[in-house]
């Protein structure tokens, strides 16, 4: 059975900061892994997905996230942290069909100025 | 090209009620996908479909909910009669049959059943 544990609901940050969001995964079966992330009022989108290629995955935004299977973890990562980052992200696996996502509670991050 | 749009955006009814959740893909997307997420938790699978036909409604929490897919476009998702532990968000999400990987989401329809 998959499963997606996200340390963290909340997550706060300076501009310019670091950004690492934590999450750590339980999968049967090799993994496929997604980070989502929502604006207010908006649809979840799509920031990387990680699909059995290169264990180092670059997303839109800067935003980066490193297949750790030894720690079983693909935790998100932002170098400099700008306001607009400020939303909800979701980690999740999915099913090797890619028809059924497991996703994390989420965590919320807040970017101060 | 439109995204997965949702109707409505918030609906606000009371214990016994009757709701409908409507979703409309991307158009071509044969899979459509029903999600909920309750009380700022995890977002959990309610269903599949592929076309008009239901793949997997393992998710689905009882037979209080009914998703219906005809001609395979649209798809809505009725609850009747709701509950108060039925309040959430519920998210449409779509995929292209032969595409890509990525599901894509809707905003969703924030319910509160009082």
């Known amino acids: 059975a998959q499963s997606v544990t996200q340390l963290g609901s909340h997550v706060s940050v300076s501009e310019g900061a670091l950004v690492l969001l934590r999450c750590n995964y339980s999968?049967?079966?090799?993994?496929?892994l997604f980070w989502y992330v929502q604006y207010p009022n908006q649809g979840l989108q799509l920031l990387l997905k990680?699909?059995?290629?290169?264990?180092l995955v670059k997303g839109i935004n800067d935003f980066e996230a490193e297949f750790k299977k030894s720690e079983t973890s693909f935790h998100l990562t932002k170098p400099s942290a700008h306001m607009s980052d400020a939303a909800e992200y979701f980690c999740a696996v999915s099913d090797l069909d890619f028809n059924k996502f497991y996703f994390g509670s989420g965590t919320k991050l807040n970017v101060k100025p | 090209e439109a995204g997965v749009t949702q109707f409505p955006s918030h609906s606000v009814i009371e214990k016994g009620q009757t709701v409908t959740l409507r979703c409309d893909p991307i158009?071509?997307?044969?899979?459509l996908y029903w999600y909920r997420r309750v009380m700022g938790k995890e977002i959990k699978f309610l269903l599949h479909f592929v076309k008009e036909s239901k793949q997997d409604e393992s998710g689905m929490p009882n037979n209080r909910f009914l998703a219906e897919r005809t001609g395979g476009t649209y798809s809505t998702l009725k609850v009747q009669p709701a509950e108060l532990e039925d309040s959430g968000v519920y998210f449409c999400a779509t995929r292209d049959l032969r595409g890509d990987n990525e599901q894509f989401f809707g905003p969703g329809t924030r319910l509160t059943v009082l």
């Open positions: 999968s049967s079966v090799p993994p496929y």
């Open positions: 158009s071509g997307h044969d899979n």
């Open positions: 990680y699909t059995s290629a290169a264990t």
